[in-house]
T-cell receptor, first 112, second 112 residues
Framework: EAQVTQNPRYLITVTGKKLTVTCSQN?????MSWYRQDPGLGLRQIYY???????DKGDVPEGYKVSRKEKRNFPLILESPSPNQTSLYFC???????????FGPGTRLTVT | GNSVTQMEGPVTLSEEAFLTINCTYT??????LFWYVQYPGEGLQLLLK?????DKGSNKGFEATYRKETTSFHLEKGSVQVSDSAVYFC???????????FGTGTSLTVIP
């Protein structure tokens, strides 16, 4: 089954404790992206990647890092999480330039 | 810069009513336009898209026409069903198709 998986689905952590949210897709898509969803703000793009070792900033990259060492994986790293990063995070993938993104189920992160 | 503005919800309709959700955009180039739908507890799914002016996207009874003169991409459905209850997001991707901008989402509830 074609899918995007994210782990963990739920995470509660404390300020400053480094964490990684994993994202994996099995569709051989070149393009992958991370979004955060906040009430009243919709989805905002954090980072995206057009292929292995190619990443670029979206609208809200501050406080986040990503890497793309393999085509199927695109982890999101929070080196020093802060409470304003409490949010619902989605990973997505697509063929390059297609626009039809496949979204993962989401990761709900709470930073206290 | 690029942005998407969509009508605020929530919207509540009776089954078989006509649906319109307004979406307007600001873009520096010639964007592609999308409607995504998010069912409760799930990630977003592409509903329809249009890649150039006057294109009409359609799927599952939903339609939207890319209107360059009014910078709009309004979502319509002639007869909604209870199963259409979800949050609907309008989105655009700029020319290279790599950066995405989403609206704030419109929650639709259809009552029997």
């Amino acid at each position: 089954e074609a899918q995007v998986t994210q782990n963990p689905r739920y995470l509660i952590t404390v300020t400053g404790k480094k964490l990684t949210v994993t994202c994996s897709q099995n569709m051989n898509h070149e393009y992958m992206s991370w979004y955060r969803q906040d009430p009243g703000l919709g989805l905002r793009q954090i980072y995206y990647s057009m292929n292995v070792e190619v990443t670029d900033k979206g609208d809200v990259p501050e406080g986040y890092k990503v890497s793309r060492k393999e085509k199927r994986n695109f982890p999101l790293i929070l080196e020093s999480p802060s409470p304003n990063q409490t949010s619902l995070y989605f990973c997505a993938s697509s063929r390059l330039g297609d626009g039809e993104q496949y979204f993962g189920p989401g990761t709900r992160l709470t930073v206290t | 810069g690029n942005s998407v503005t969509q009508m605020e919800g929530p919207v509540t309709l009776s089954e078989e009513a006509f649906l319109t959700i307004n979406c307007t955009y600001t873009a520096t180039g010639y964007p592609s336009l999308f409607w995504y739908v998010q069912y409760p507890g799930e990630g977003l799914q592409l509903l329809l898209k249009a890649t150039k002016a006057d294109d009409k996207g359609s799927n599952k009874g939903f339609e939207a026409t890319y209107r360059k003169e009014t910078t709009s991409f309004h979502l319509e459905k002639g007869s909604v069903q209870v199963s259409d209850s979800a949050v609907y997001f309008c989105a655009l991707s700029e020319g290279t198709g790599n950066q995405f901008y989403f609206g704030t989402g419109t929650s639709l509830t259809v009552i029997p």
